[in-house]
């Protein structure tokens, strides 16, 4: 919709022979070269560059009087044909995009829906006109123009999309083995996961008979480590021993597991094992587990109890066993550099083969950072001791290992990449993975329980309660949150004021921001958590008056601003110490720019100082060609003083008489003159104008000197005092800003706030890393601070202790931080005497959804009474809200990355803000803010018809990115643009998600509400957009079907030679359609007993497409206005339909014979025909609305052969066809589940033809 272009700017090279006549020049859309084109040509290829492209359309007018030219190669009758405003390319857009880019010169796009009709309208009255002039002509055959078919448009959208969200989770039992008992609480696995089989068992424990006496393990974790010992038997390509990888969720019995391993490893000789886990307190776990198991013989020593001298030793003698240790221990050293990771190794010995566990191992994630980041230590020591033990029995264990491909870094021992492997390196496999989207990472789990190196099972979550509470904020602390919004604001302008008075060569440090902006986040977390303490004190009482038991959960306890707040006042303090106030106080104390406070009374040191620095620029000279000497000059030592020193000076220059000076004013000799300290001039007294008549000084100035000395005093005086002046105005603005931060009325710290509300720590269990706390004194007035421990528990058992008076009903209310908590065990556990349902409170939960299975899985583990109830507590704040659903779905349906689904509830990747969707809406906001572009959606809160409303909004919100540091530079312009504020967003500002959300928890809620909206909008389009597009990846999606039917034998394409595993072609038939004698059932059930709506019933397309219009069924869905549809060749649709448009789309049918034979018609008619029609441009490989498809699905072992694959799709035509795939189906007549990559029928052949070698399966 661009305007015509003139001729190219610069004048092409001569070409080597002149153009055909009537031919005309054209830029090349691709390399831009210059091309001729033939007269009566509109499509060609560019010679150089390969690119299949048309002519502008203005180079086409006026068609000659013919039939229209044939189409372009590439046009989607689906979509609207528009040309790009530079390049002229015709481009397919979909209904509905508002923005884009184009793909052939990168320039960003945007529709402007008002012109479009407009536009549309003429373009189909030139073609019309065309085609009834093309048709008066003899000889040329009428041909009708094609037509857009709305209904098929709609079908391959949600074809596009994918399928329908199934059930995710299956029970589970070992599919291969009959070992053990079942497991004492129910279990699931993914239905992905379930799809694929684990090799065959070929190991035999030398523990089983002792197990089927004591039954101290289930099948589950037998199976475990069956498939454990199996693998360890196996070798990687470079040597090393291949490792396995426990994945099961918290509460399946991982410890025990682990156990198990250990007491078989120890049967075969093996009598070393290095267990790694997260905290000292977890041995004692440890040691429970292998009691449990029978290994009573086995010894485990901490090693944060033992010397760093050798394990072996006599002085220590460890000569077997288990040694237990945490992460931090694995990187610590001894001041005399020695350390624990070296003396490990030496324990274990370089042909150790032993058992290495790390568990809960991802604690070593961030190994390989992000871009701009570094590996952490731990991740390098642990890379590192599984290089130096080649040989050892590595195993991983953890429920959230792999929540992201890039945290697999240290996961070596798996061999999914190096030697012998299609990713010769982490990151060529990290880089397919990113390039595979969310389903590559779940076809990473699945290939790995394929190989027998991965288990992940997960406690059913049946019975298991969620509920999402807000707790609004309330009105005064509205107030108070507001005031603190707009101090941070004046604080950090007063910041960079104050800084503005320092001298140059001392500016406000970059470290000094980095502190504020970290201060920043922690308070505005504190505001938020405080603003839900009444909310959980409120539900904790209810549980406890319902007979339940409360677990609250938090991530941050405030023990540094607890114990800087003792050290400063006391250890007895008029009331509980407010974090957010004592962290704006360390803040401001500890940063605030002052100048250097300047030195007020120089006194006699700084003018001997002066006087020797002038004298040592003046050393011994010739005067008229006579050496004179002068007298020597020594600086004084710090152990000598100045008239030690001068004294020594007098008694050198006197030591011979016979030495004569000479006056510098009457050239005279004589042996005593005066002689100047500053400038060393030696004059007679009685040459000095007016002369010296005292008798001669030890130390004196010339007249000259002195003068420039009072001159110089003067000058420092006054400057000296301007630095005053200026330290004094510093620290008055220092001690305002201190005064303000204490009649600030802030809350206090939520944990100790908790517990006195709760009743004190005599009722309140507390499981967290702090190692004091206060407490209400027992007058009541004030507060004591006082140690965690008694004298009777010492302070590194104080949790376990907690934790057993919290099992034994002594105390009824638990508080957990993730420090404090990992791996422990809260559930009602029927061992234990408190078996009282579990109330979970979460205080504070984590930004990322892995750490916050975590802390659920404290509460709901195996062996329980009753499953807990979980209460997730959000404010009406930004982003607090919207992650509380997200966080619940993710629970509900257990989706862990690593559990080979990420679908937990409907795309669940849509709401992971940062994604590469969130990072495009995050920059499209701050354009549109900038008033770089428009605004691609209505702030809330404003009218698109009143655009006074949305500037008033665009200068609020770009007042609070100014404040929150975002917006830099800014400036007040003149002129025609007086009033307005200009600045700049840094680029790495632009798609920092993180630090949006971070920064947004300090604005006040009304305008941070509203600008988190808006992001949301913004990103909700991007999402729709990408979908309607077919460009968004929603993960592993079902196909579903009335039959589904595997056609003629499987075909095996690739065998992996370490566990035999393979890579199978599957081809079905599937049947999506929906008889009319089902679909009549369908809406006789609804209507059954006055039941449905007065909508509800069969329509009619309004419009025909060649001769037809199609039918569908439509009644109310889950919400009111909401319509689900079924069509008759593609079943029920993903999406339902709003009344209005329903309506304009179609009419409903009032006839049931009518509805009948449309129905049938189309029931028919779409087993060998797409929806376009028998003329569709990709024929028989088109399946848009087809109700009989061919699906080729490749299931087991995909990451061997991903490359041949990727190669394969980017060579299809359809965009949805080139990006991978994966699909689950489960066959109609035997139930055969396969989860696997979807393979276009255009692609199979060069798939097939990519892949080394194929035969069929034997039956």
């Known amino acids: 919709m661009g305007q015509p272009s003139g001729p190219p700017a610069s004048p092409p090279l001569p070409p080597p022979a002149a153009p055909p006549p009537g031919s005309c020049q054209v830029r090349c859309a691709g390399c831009h070269g210059i091309l001729a084109v033939a007269p009566g040509m509109t499509e060609f290829i560019c010679p150089k560059c390969q690119l299949p492209q048309m002519l502008p359309p203005e180079l086409m007018a006026p068609p000659p009087p013919r039939r229209p030219p044939p189409q372009a190669r590439g046009i989607d009758p689906t979509k609207i044909q528009l040309p790009c405003a530079r390049c002229k390319a015709i481009l397919n857009v979909p209904h509905g995009l508002a923005r884009f880019a184009c793909p052939q010169c990168g320039v960003d796009l945007s529709v402007d829906f008002s012109k479009l009709q407009h536009y549309l309208a003429a373009a189909a009255s030139s073609s019309s006109s065309s085609v009834s002039a093309a048709a008066t002509l003899p000889g040329l055959p009428h041909e009708p123009p094609e037509e857009i078919n709305e209904v098929a448009i709609d079908v391959e959208r949600e074809e596009d999309e994918g399928g329908t969200v199934g059930e995710t989770f299956t029970d589970y039992r070992p599919p291969k083995l009959s070992l053990g008992d079942p497991h004492p609480d129910p279990v699931v696995e993914t239905s992905s996961l379930s799809a694929v089989q684990p090799p065959e068992p070929t190991y035999d424990l030398k523990i089983m008979d002792e197990l089927e006496k004591s039954n101290a393990l289930s099948c589950l974790q037998i199976e475990t480590i069956v498939y454990a010992c199996q693998k360890h038997l196996h070798h990687l390509q470079n040597g090393s021993r291949a490792g396995f990888f426990i994945g099961d969720g918290a509460g399946v019995g991982k410890g025990r597991t682990i156990a198990g391993l250990i007491w078989e490893n120890w049967q075969h000789g093996r009598h070393k094992a290095l267990w790694v886990s997260v905290g000292s307190d977890l041995k004692f776990d440890a040691r429970r587990d292998l009691d449990d198991v029978g290994a009573t013989c086995i010894e485990v020593h901490a090693l944060n109890k033992l010397p760093y001298s050798k394990l072996d030793s006599k002085a220590v003698g460890i000569k077997d066993g288990v040694v237990f240790l945490t992460y931090s221990s694995l990187i610590a050293s001894s001041e005399k550099g020695r350390s624990r990771l070296q003396q490990l190794v030496q324990w274990c010995g370089s042909e150790f083969d032993g058992l290495l566990v790390f568990d809960e191992c991802h604690k070593a994630k961030n190994l390989i950072p992000e871009a701009g980041g570094q590996a952490t230590r731990t991740g390098e020591a642990v890379l590192e001791i599984q290089a130096r033990l080649p040989e050892a029995r590595v195993v991983y264990c953890s429920a959230t290992g792999a929540s992201e491909p890039r945290n697999m870094g240290y996961m070596i021992r798996l061999g999914l990449w190096g030697a012998g492997t299609c990713f010769l390196k982490f990151n060529d496999f990290l880089g397919a993975l990113d390039k595979g989207g969310v389903g590559a990472l779940e076809l990473v789990a699945m290939d790995m329980k394929a190989r027998g190196m991965y288990v992940c099972r997960t406690l059913s979550y049946k019975g298991v309660e969620f509920e999402v509470i807000e707790a609004p904020l309330e009105e005064d602390m509205m107030v108070m949150y507001k005031k603190a919004a707009e101090f941070w604001a004046e604080l950090r302008v007063e910041l960079l004021s104050a800084s503005a008075f320092l001298l140059e060569e001392k500016p406000i440090s970059s470290q000094v921001w980095r502190l504020y902006w970290a201060s920043h986040q922690r308070f505005f977390r504190h505001m938020c958590m405080s603003a839900k303490v009444p909310a959980a004190v409120r539900l904790a009482k209810q549980a406890l008056a319902e007979g339940k038991c409360v677990v609250i959960g938090l991530q941050s306890t405030g023990e540094a601003r607890t114990e800087e707040a003792v050290t400063k006042y006391g250890l007895e303090l008029d009331d509980f110490v407010s974090g957010p106030r004592e962290l704006l106080l360390k803040l401001v104390e500890e940063n605030y720019p ?33 050496v004179r000497k002068v007298a020597k000059w020594k600086p004084a030592s710090d152990d000598e003083s100045d008239e030690d020193s001068q004294s020594e000076s007098d008694h050198e220059s006197t030591e011979s008489d016979e030495e004569f000076q000479i006056c510098e004013i009457c050239n005279s000799e004589e042996k005593l003159l005066l002689h100047c300290s500053c400038c060393g001039r030696l004059v007679h007294p009685t040459c000095l104008v007016p002369p010296w008549t005292d008798i001669l000084p030890d130390d004196w100035s010339c007249y000259s000197c002195k003068e420039k000395t009072n001159e110089y005093f003067k000058e420092r005086d006054a400057y000296v005092a301007e630095l005053l002046k200026r330290y004094e105005a510093a620290q008055e603005r220092k001690s305002k800003i201190l005064d303000i931060i204490r009649s600030l009325d802030l809350p206090n710290n939520p944990l100790d706030d908790l517990i006195d509300q709760l009743g004190g720590p005599e009722n309140v269990a507390e499981m967290t890393g702090r190692r004091g706390m206060l407490i209400r004194a027992s007058n009541g007035k004030g507060v004591i601070y006082q140690a965690r421990n008694t004298k009777e528990v010492a302070m590194e058992m104080v949790n376990m202790n907690e934790k057993q008076l919290f099992m034994d009903g002594k105390k009824l209310v638990a508080i957990i931080s993730e420090a404090g908590s990992a791996g422990v065990s809260l559930q009602a556990d029927r061992r234990a005497i408190n078996q009282k349902r579990r109330v979970h409170i979460t205080l504070e939960l984590p930004w990322s959804a892995d750490r916050a299975i975590q802390q659920f899985g404290r509460t709901h583990r195996s ?69 770089q572009d428009p605004l691609l959606v209505v702030p809330p809160g404003c009218s698109s018809e009143n655009p006074a409303s949305v500037q008033e909004f665009i200068t609020k919100a770009k007042a609070a990115l100014i404040s929150v540091g975002i917006v830099r530079d800014t400036i007040l312009c003149n002129g025609k643009d007086a009033g307005k504020v200009t600045g700049r967003i840094v680029d790495s500002d632009m798609h920092d998600v993180g630090r949006f959300l971070n920064r947004l928890l300090g604005l006040p809620p009304e305008i941070q509400n509203r600008l988190f909206e808006l992001f949301i909008s913004i990103l909700d389009l991007l999402v729709h957009n990408a979908r309607s597009e077919g460009q968004f990846d929603s993960g592993i999606v079902d196909i579903r079907g009335n039959i589904i039917e595997l056609q003629g034998s499987p075909k095996t394409v690739f065998v992996d030679n370490l566990s035999g595993a393979s890579t199978v072609l599957f081809t079905f038939i599937v049947d999506r359609g929906i008889t009319w004698e089902s679909a009549k059932n369908l809406l006789d059930e609804r209507q059954k007993d006055g039941g449905g709506c007065v909508s509800d019933g069969f329509y009619e397309s309004r419009r025909e497409w060649m001769g037809r219009r199609h039918f569908m069924l439509a009644f109310e869905g889950s919400a009111a206005g909401m319509f689900k549809i079924f069509r008759p060749a593609v079943g029920e649709a993903l999406r339902e339909m709003s009344l209005p448009e329903l309506k304009s789309k179609y009419k409903k049918v009032s006839s049931i014979e009518k509805a009948s034979n449309g129905w049938q018609d189309e029931y028919d ?41 990727e190669r394969a799709l980017s060579k299809q035509a359809r965009q949805s066809h080139k990006r991978i795939r994966v699909v689950r189906l489960e066959t109609t007549t035997d139930n055969q589940r396969i989860v696997g990559l979807l393979i276009p029928n255009a692609a199979v052949e060069t798939v097939l033809q990519d892949l080394s070698w194929v035969h069929d399966i034997d039956d």
């Open 594 to 626: 002052l100048p250097p406070k300047p030195d007020t009374a120089p006194g006699e040191e700084s003018v001997r100082e002066l006087q020797r620095k002038r004298h040592s620029a003046t050393p011994g000279v010739s005067f008229k060609g006579r």
């Open 863 to 931: 062996n329980q009474a009753s499953a807990p109830q979980y209460r997730l507590l959000f404010t009406n704040l930004g982003g607090e809200r919207r992650f509380a659903s997200i966080v619940a779905k993710r629970l509900e349906s257990l989706g862990a990355l690593t559990q080979g689904d990420r679908r937990a509830g409907p795309s669940l990747s849509a709401f992971n803000y940062d994604s590469n969707f969130g990072k495009r809406a995050l920059a499209m906001m701050y354009r549109g803010i900038m008033e």
């Open 1165 to 1205: 008619v779409s087993s060998k025909q797409c929806m376009h029609g028998p003329k569709c441009k990709f024929g028989s490989y088109c399946t848009v609305g087809r109700r009989l498809q061919e699906v080729n699905v490749l299931g087991g072992l995909i990451l061997p052969v991903w490359g041949a694959i």
